[in-house]
Nanobody
């Protein structure tokens, strides 16, 4: 059974930091690109950061310089370090496992972790 379990969300003041984690099980983690999405109330889910199986990273323009994605294949875990948080970062953050062979392998979602930025 595949599981992606996010943690690390919470309530934080503007300017603060959080580190989100997503622990995967049931997949060959190192083969997957890992992505973080977020969905704010009333808005579509958006991709904010991704890291390839080889460690190449890419970010949405809205988070560049503030978010850092990383992975530890020995722990089957992907992280999202979020600094200089803004109220507009408030959303549910989801991790997504993106397979290398999309026609023969499934993609998977975590259940999400809430990040609320408020004073």
């Amino acid at each position: 059974q595949v599981q992606l379990v996010e943690s690390g969300g919470g309530l934080v003041q503007p300017g603060g930091s959080l580190r989100l984690s997503c622990a995967a099980s049931g997949i060959t983690f190192s083969m997957y690109a890992m992505e973080w999405y977020r969905q704010a109330p009333g808005k579509q889910r958006e991709l904010v950061a991704l890291i390839s199986s080889g460690g190449i990273t890419n970010y949405a323009d809205s988070v560049k310089g503030r978010f850092t994605i990383s992975r530890d294949d020995s722990k089957n875990t992907v992280y999202l370090q979020i600094n200089s948080l803004k109220p507009e970062d408030t959303a549910v953050y989801y991790c997504h496992a993106d397979p290398p062979y999309r026609f023969t392998m499934n993609a998977y979602w975590g259940q999400g972790t809430q990040v609320t930025v408020s004073s």
